[in-house]
């Protein structure tokens, strides 16, 4: 009996412990519905309009793909290398194991594993640390595995989960990795190759060991004759086929990175980080990647040529010596073996300067480059200092040395290898850009480029930096304007204003950027030549409240200075809404709500969200109309009259702030709307002469002249409601049998003028607010904050 009580006590601790283990080696382990419902970590992809990758955002990157798109030699490449009776064991060899842990006992340690596929799988799931317990957990997870999936099912996670090296997570994206194709194209040769990586991806990847990656390769072939999978011949040939390792290259990848930004961070607001990293979201936008193209070059080659007038600040490290040789072979390394591009930029270091030819010979690496003197000859004009107009012409001898490391573009490839290089000494720049392009009619955004390298600073400066708009900010005020009385040939007197301070004895005086007055002037061509004190007097007398209305109907959502300077764009605002009130002006006088995405799904086509253009009235097609007209006036006779080159009709305004802070160009041609600015992040003066229509039109015009190259002519629609009748330009009556060089004008439908010129005119109709030369009641108002801005 004293047996039987002993006997049932042992065996009941044996239970306990036994439970007791299991709950041990179970507890925590992933649950199968889990697996039954495979959601791994995959890439949130984002689309431009037409379809093409522009950004990828994700923790492992993988794209699954069913078994059925796998062919079939590199299911069997992979049975070869890891697990030859998977179709046969219940999850776990225990022949294997056998075999792995006598030589664990034997090394003292675990030096080798017997795991099938399904515990590799189960592997994936745990932590990787080595140990027994872990191999416990992962035997007792394989053999649930196997219960609750069948063979296939298996195959098809494991092959989609597993690591490759190289960032690649799944047999899909290692393809893609190592050699740029789907799997589903892969040949033997490279279905062996991706086989062999699993077990170590560093120590056997191709492109930091091909010799250890190529003997692997070897090895699984060798199995996979062995298993019969396939003949001698066929491993014979895929081992002497020579293998291209080239990553799968996508041009529209982050072709527009502050855009793409953009989006990211909207994603991680609405959805969170982890279904933005791991979900596997699919993300459309509106983004043009040509477009995108031609913003990204326009602003880096206006922003190198700004840059250049300023002068050269010297090299970026000067080397001696030893350091010459460790330099090239660095550049070298970091080339590969890849060819230069032409119109690339790289950093190369002079070898030699011939003060006779004024030319220097220049390493990239161990190719060897040329720069000409007219390459150069920007670089004659020497700056160290911080400021824009502080450089002095300095010789060739005292500017360039051996040594030197200064960037270079490619000029263009040689046609004879061992002849130089052409190329052109460049320097990044250290002012800023940026433009933003909209399509009116669609409210989407086109481009946007918020910098120029995206990679040194993420600040979007198309969308967060406030800066002072200047002159470009007048035709808001004009706008108000034409809503009020005015028409394109009312006549203003453009002379001296003075405005005393209440309280202290000063006074502001704003100026015209020329310094000179033109007396009486028309309204066009006072936008047209972008005149400071017609614009503030037609403000004084619409009145701000009625300006700051207007201006927030267009589009302008930032705080606006309740003053007079606010005719003179003193109030700062962001390029976004500068472009939205251009558009509007584009549009018909209907304001777009800019936006980027038009769709999300989820992993399984689940649509999340779903955005439609949304479109609100603001002004009048005819008084947009008649705005149209005017910015066509800046471009065809005012300051705006680089843009010509463009040869197709444009309307635009140039913009520069007080001291030479800001450049802005705003403009649209028919269907396309964008702006640009140039300006130094700590806001620093550009430098003398660096207007609006000299360091910004260029690159708003380039911008322009890449996106509509292939694109028809159009021009502007005149809506119903206006008239265009002959005045005399000098006195803005209608035009008269005397009149020299009468022009066409527009007018809302009533509002032509009724008295006509005469060769003893006067110089101004009864809609001129504005006769006197001087205010001789100065108004009293608070000082503002700018003294004066200029264009």
Same mark, same amino acid.
């Given at each position: 009996?004293?047996?039987?009580?002993?006997?049932?006590?042992?065996?009941?601790?044996?239970?306990?412990?036994?439970?007791?283990?299991?709950?041990?080696?179970?507890?925590?382990?992933?649950?199968?519905?889990?697996?039954?419902?495979?959601?791994?970590?995959?890439?949130?992809?984002?689309?431009?309009?037409?379809?093409?990758?522009?950004?990828?955002?994700?923790?492992?990157?993988?794209?699954?793909?069913?078994?059925?798109?796998?062919?079939?030699?590199?299911?069997?490449?992979?049975?070869?290398?890891?697990?030859?009776?998977?179709?046969?064991?219940?999850?776990?060899?225990?022949?294997?194991?056998?075999?792995?842990?006598?030589?664990?006992?034997?090394?003292?340690?675990?030096?080798?594993?017997?795991?099938?596929?399904?515990?590799?799988?189960?592997?994936?799931?745990?932590?990787?640390?080595?140990?027994?317990?872990?191999?416990?957990?992962?035997?007792?997870?394989?053999?649930?595995?196997?219960?609750?999936?069948?063979?296939?099912?298996?195959?098809?996670?494991?092959?989609?989960?597993?690591?490759?090296?190289?960032?690649?997570?799944?047999?899909?994206?290692?393809?893609?990795?190592?050699?740029?194709?789907?799997?589903?194209?892969?040949?033997?040769?490279?279905?062996?190759?991706?086989?062999?990586?699993?077990?170590?991806?560093?120590?056997?990847?191709?492109?930091?060991?091909?010799?250890?990656?190529?003997?692997?390769?070897?090895?699984?072939?060798?199995?996979?004759?062995?298993?019969?999978?396939?003949?001698?011949?066929?491993?014979?040939?895929?081992?002497?086929?020579?293998?291209?390792?080239?990553?799968?290259?996508?041009?529209?990848?982050?072709?527009?990175?502050?855009?793409?930004?953009?989006?990211?961070?909207?994603?991680?607001?609405?959805?969170?980080?982890?279904?933005?990293?791991?979900?596997?979201?699919?993300?459309?936008?509106?983004?043009?990647?040509?477009?995108?193209?031609?913003?990204?070059?326009?602003?880096?080659?206006?922003?190198?040529?700004?840059?250049?007038?300023?002068?050269?600040?010297?090299?970026?490290?000067?080397?001696?010596?030893?350091?010459?040789?460790?330099?090239?072979?660095?550049?070298?390394?970091?080339?590969?073996?890849?060819?230069?591009?032409?119109?690339?930029?790289?950093?190369?270091?002079?070898?030699?300067?011939?003060?006779?030819?004024?030319?220097?010979?220049?390493?990239?690496?161990?190719?060897?480059?040329?720069?000409?003197?007219?390459?150069?000859?920007?670089?004659?004009?020497?700056?160290?200092?911080?400021?824009?107009?502080?450089?002095?012409?300095?010789?060739?001898?005292?500017?360039?040395?051996?040594?030197?490391?200064?960037?270079?573009?490619?000029?263009?490839?040689?046609?004879?290898?061992?002849?130089?290089?052409?190329?052109?000494?460049?320097?990044?720049?250290?002012?800023?850009?940026?433009?933003?392009?909209?399509?009116?009619?669609?409210?989407?955004?086109?481009?946007?480029?918020?910098?120029?390298?995206?990679?040194?600073?993420?600040?979007?400066?198309?969308?967060?930096?406030?800066?002072?708009?200047?002159?470009?900010?007048?035709?808001?005020?004009?706008?108000?304007?034409?809503?009020?009385?005015?028409?394109?040939?009312?006549?203003?007197?453009?002379?001296?204003?003075?405005?005393?301070?209440?309280?202290?004895?000063?006074?502001?005086?704003?100026?015209?950027?020329?310094?000179?007055?033109?007396?009486?002037?028309?309204?066009?061509?006072?936008?047209?030549?972008?005149?400071?004190?017609?614009?503030?007097?037609?403000?004084?007398?619409?009145?701000?409240?009625?300006?700051?209305?207007?201006?927030?109907?267009?589009?302008?959502?930032?705080?606006?200075?309740?003053?007079?300077?606010?005719?003179?764009?003193?109030?700062?605002?962001?390029?976004?809404?500068?472009?939205?009130?251009?558009?509007?002006?584009?549009?018909?006088?209907?304001?777009?709500?800019?936006?980027?995405?038009?769709?999300?799904?989820?992993?399984?086509?689940?649509?999340?969200?779903?955005?439609?253009?949304?479109?609100?009235?603001?002004?009048?097609?005819?008084?947009?109309?008649?705005?149209?007209?005017?910015?066509?006036?800046?471009?065809?006779?005012?300051?705006?009259?680089?843009?010509?080159?463009?040869?197709?009709?444009?309307?635009?305004?140039?913009?520069?702030?007080?001291?030479?802070?800001?450049?802005?160009?705003?403009?649209?041609?028919?269907?396309?709307?964008?702006?640009?600015?140039?300006?130094?992040?700590?806001?620093? $003066?550009?430098?003398?002469?660096?207007?609006?229509?000299?360091?910004?039109?260029?690159?708003?015009?380039?911008?322009?002249?890449?996106?509509?190259?292939?694109? $028809?002519?159009?021009?502007?629609?005149?809506?119903?409601?206006?008239?265009?009748?002959?005045?005399?330009?000098?006195?803005?009556?209608?035009?008269?049998?005397?009149?020299?060089?009468?022009?066409?004008?527009?007018?809302?439908?009533?509002?032509? $003028?009724?008295?006509?010129?005469?060769?003893?005119?006067?110089?101004?109709?009864?809609?001129?607010?504005?006769?006197?030369?001087?205010?001789?009641? $100065?108004?009293?108002?608070?000082?503002?904050?700018?003294?004066?801005?200029?264009?």
């Amino acid at each position: 009996m004293r047996l039987l009580r002993i006997s049932l006590v042992s065996l009941a601790c044996l239970f306990l412990a036994g439970l007791g283990s299991y709950y041990y080696f179970t507890r925590g382990l992933p649950s199968l519905d889990a697996l039954e419902d495979y959601r791994p970590s995959l890439i949130t992809s984002v689309y431009s309009h037409d379809g093409r990758i522009i950004g990828e955002f994700y923790i492992e990157k993988r794209v699954v793909v069913p078994l059925s798109n796998m062919p079939p030699h590199l299911i069997k490449a992979f049975l070869a290398a890891e697990d030859t009776k998977f179709f046969e064991h219940e999850g776990i060899n225990y022949t294997s194991i056998g075999r792995a842990l006598f030589k664990n006992i034997i090394a003292g340690k675990v030096v080798q594993g017997g795991s099938t596929i399904t515990q590799q799988l189960a592997k994936s799931f745990l932590s990787s640390e080595r140990s027994v317990s872990r191999k416990v957990r992962e035997a007792i997870m394989a053999y649930r595995i196997e219960k609750h999936l069948n063979k296939d099912e298996i195959l098809n996670l494991y092959l989609n989960q597993i690591y490759f090296g190289n960032g690649a997570y799944g047999v899909q994206t290692a393809a893609e990795a190592y050699f740029g194709k789907d799997v589903g194209d892969i040949d033997l040769a490279e279905s062996a190759m991706l086989a062999g990586l699993p077990k170590a991806p560093s120590k056997y990847s191709p492109h930091t060991n091909l010799e250890l990656a190529k003997k692997r390769q070897a090895f699984i072939l060798g199995r996979m004759v062995e298993e019969g999978f396939i003949t001698p011949q066929d491993a014979g040939r895929a081992m002497n086929k020579a293998l291209r390792l080239k990553p799968k290259k996508t041009d529209s990848l982050w072709v527009g990175p502050y855009f793409t930004e953009q989006v990211r961070i909207y994603l991680e607001e609405k959805y969170g980080a982890d279904e933005l990293y791991k979900g596997g979201l699919q993300v459309y936008t509106t983004l043009d990647v040509e477009m995108q193209k031609a913003a990204n070059a326009a602003l880096k080659d206006g922003l190198r040529e700004y840059d250049k007038r300023r002068g050269y600040r010297g090299p970026k490290n000067t080397l001696k010596g030893e350091e010459i040789g460790s330099f090239t072979a660095e550049v070298d390394k970091a080339l590969g073996s890849e060819p230069l591009k032409e119109g690339a930029v790289y950093q190369g270091v002079i070898t030699a300067a011939n003060p006779k030819t004024l030319a220097l010979s220049v390493d990239i690496g161990s190719r060897q480059g040329i720069i000409n003197s007219p390459d150069l000859e920007w670089a004659r004009l020497y700056n160290t200092t911080k400021d824009p107009d502080g450089g002095a012409y300095a010789d060739f001898k005292k500017i360039f040395h051996p040594g030197d490391v200064i960037d270079v573009e490619v000029k263009a490839l040689s046609d004879n290898p061992p002849a130089p290089i052409p190329l052109k000494l460049e320097q990044e720049p250290e002012a800023q850009a940026a433009i933003l392009v909209m399509e009116p009619e669609t409210v989407a955004v086109r481009a946007m480029a918020g910098g120029y390298d995206f990679s040194k600073t993420q600040f979007n400066r198309a969308v967060q930096a406030l800066r002072q708009p200047g002159s470009s900010f007048k035709p808001i005020i004009y706008t108000a304007a034409i809503d009020k009385n005015y028409t394109p040939a009312t006549v203003v007197i453009d002379s001296p204003l003075v405005f005393e301070e209440a309280m202290k004895e000063e006074q502001w005086r704003p100026r015209n950027y020329d310094e000179q007055f033109l007396g009486p002037t028309t309204v066009r061509q006072a936008l047209a030549r972008s005149r400071n004190i017609i614009t503030i007097k037609i403000l004084k007398d619409i009145g701000i409240d009625r300006a700051i209305s207007y201006a927030k109907s267009l589009g302008i959502t930032s705080p606006l200075a309740r003053d007079l300077s606010l005719a003179l764009g003193s109030s700062a605002v962001t390029l976004q809404e500068m472009t939205t009130a251009f558009a509007t002006l584009a549009n018909m006088g209907v304001r777009p709500e800019p936006f980027s995405i038009t769709k999300i799904t989820e992993r399984n086509g689940k649509v999340l969200e779903e955005n439609q253009p949304f479109l609100t009235p603001a002004i009048s097609p005819q008084t947009s109309y008649i705005m149209t007209s005017l910015l066509q006036s800046v471009i065809e006779s005012g300051t705006g009259m680089r843009a010509r080159a463009l040869g197709r009709p444009a309307a635009g305004k140039t913009g520069t702030t007080n001291n030479l802070n800001d450049a802005w160009f705003m403009g649209y041609v028919p269907g396309l709307a964008a702006g640009a600015w140039v300006g130094y992040d700590d806001e620093r $003066p550009l430098g003398k002469g660096e207007t609006g229509a000299r360091a910004a039109l260029p690159i708003w015009l380039k911008f322009m002249q890449g996106a509509l190259s292939n694109t $028809p002519v159009r021009d502007f629609t005149v809506p119903e409601g206006l008239e265009f009748t002959k005045i005399d330009p000098e006195t803005g009556l209608l035009a008269g049998p005397s009149t020299e060089d009468p022009v066409f004008e527009v007018f809302k439908t009533g509002t032509a $003028p009724a008295e006509r010129s005469s060769a003893t005119a006067g110089k101004s109709q009864s809609s001129d607010f504005f006769m006197d030369d001087t205010d001789s009641n $100065p108004i009293r108002m608070k000082k503002p904050d700018l003294n004066e801005l200029t264009d």
